[in-house]
């Protein structure tokens, strides 16, 4: 089975995402298992702070080096793990293919600290991979935690029911848009769907959704500057 282990400032944050729907389903098939680890149980002086000023200067306080050394250095002892993930705005940008890769994976560890908040020496002590989930900047690492284990849970065999098969989604199979889906009622409020899904026309279906998806590819790296 898959171990994930997150280290967080903010433990509860983590609570609802990672244990409902179908990663709640994930963990009760044991397909994976996930703990957060709270930063603070770390802490071992009087006032168990994680936090103080940064040297040299600057706004906001820093996660100390300490209690993220504490805690690493343990999970260590006990196993080793294929990657020690670093979530940062500087980090490589998360895709489908990184997903792929940690779903393959036995041990991940993901420090979740906060931009401009942690103590660098643990990212250059630790990390394997900085992470960036995109090109905004967010209040820490949990959030980006959460959609790379996601992402990466939906791909472990047995998560999804064959109904909810990750194989055809879109990005599966390199850059490629799905077709639209529709379901009951065939016309809501004026709004109709296309006819040919009404047709039972199997081969005319398999057509519609390939040009569908072609256009919307195209419409997609269009808006993003692709290629
Ligand atoms: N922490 C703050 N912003 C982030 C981002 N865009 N990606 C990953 N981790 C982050």
Redesign the pocket.
């Known amino acids: 089975m898959m171990r994930i282990d997150v280290i967080s400032a903010v433990p509860d944050s983590l609570i609802s995402p990672l244990n409902t729907s179908i990663l709640k389903r994930a963990q009760e098939r044991k397909k994976v298992e996930i703990l957060v680890h709270n930063l603070r149980d770390y802490a071992y002086d009087k006032h168990k702070q994680i936090d103080d000023k940064p040297f040299g200067g600057g706004a906001g306080m820093l996660l100390k080096p300490e209690p993220f050394f504490e805690c690493i250095e343990r999970l260590l002892n006990e196993r080793k793990y294929d990657h020690i993930i670093f979530?940062?705005?500087g980090?490589k940008f998360y895709d489908q293919k990184m997903a792929n890769n940690f779903s393959l994976k036995e041990n991940l560890l993901i420090i979740a600290g906060h931009?401009k908040g942690i103590d660098d020496r643990v990212r250059e002590k630790f990390a394997t991979d900085e992470?960036?989930?995109?090109r905004?900047?967010?209040t820490?690492?949990e959030i980006?935690a959460w959609i790379i284990i996601d992402s990466v849970v939906r791909l472990i065999p047995g998560v999804l029911n064959d109904s909810e098969s990750a194989l055809n989604d879109s990005l599966m199979d390199g850059d490629i848009i799905e077709a639209p889906y529709y379901t009951r009622p065939a016309e809501y409020k004026g709004l109709k769907m296309p006819e040919v899904l009404l047709s039972g026309h199997e081969k005319k279906i398999k057509d519609w959704k390939e040009e569908q998806s072609k256009i919307l590819t195209e419409k997609w790296k269009k808006i993003n500057n692709l290629e």
């Open positions: 979530p940062t705005p980090g931009y992470i960036s989930i995109g905004y900047v967010l820490g690492g980006a």
